[in-house]
């Protein structure tokens, strides 16, 4: 069940970095968007492969876990140059906090639980690298 949450996850992932990379005038937030969309590229065909082995379909994560969400992405489109970053930058935030809990909601949705650590903490870690470098 986590990997078919997580796919929507992080297909929403890929159009927040992607709008980053579109609007942002901030160096960082343009570097950080770029790192996040190279990351999550790379983690959604795995994301997918494991989802179609276990026969799961995409399931969008339940309330209040999806606070990324289709208003949330409107109003970001409203803004721009300072308040774009400092939105954006929030909504990133959020948005990884997000996968977090679903990840210690769904502890067993991985098809055993050294694949599922080991996804998880591959993909944790490059998210920490990217806010602290």
Known sequence: MFAAMMVPHRQEG????????????????????????QN????????QSIAQ?????QQLP?????RFNEQEMTELKQFSGR???LKWLDIFSG???????????NGAG???EARR??????????SCRMFLT
């Open 117 to 126: 650590r080991s996804w998880l903490r591959r993909s944790m870690t490059n």
């Open 95 to 105: 948005h990884h906090m997000s996968a977090i809990m679903m990840a210690d909601m």
């Open 83 to 85: 308040e774009f970053d």
């Open 110 to 112: 991985l098809q055993t």
């Open 62 to 66: 339940e309330e209040p876990l999806s």
């Open 14 to 37: 890929i159009k927040l970095a992607q709008m980053a990379l579109n609007k942002s005038t901030t160096p960082g937030v343009k570097e950080l968007a770029q790192r996040s969309l």
């Open 53 to 57: 082995s276990g026969n799961m379909s």
């Open 40 to 47: 999550q590229q790379t983690e959604l065909p795995e994301l």
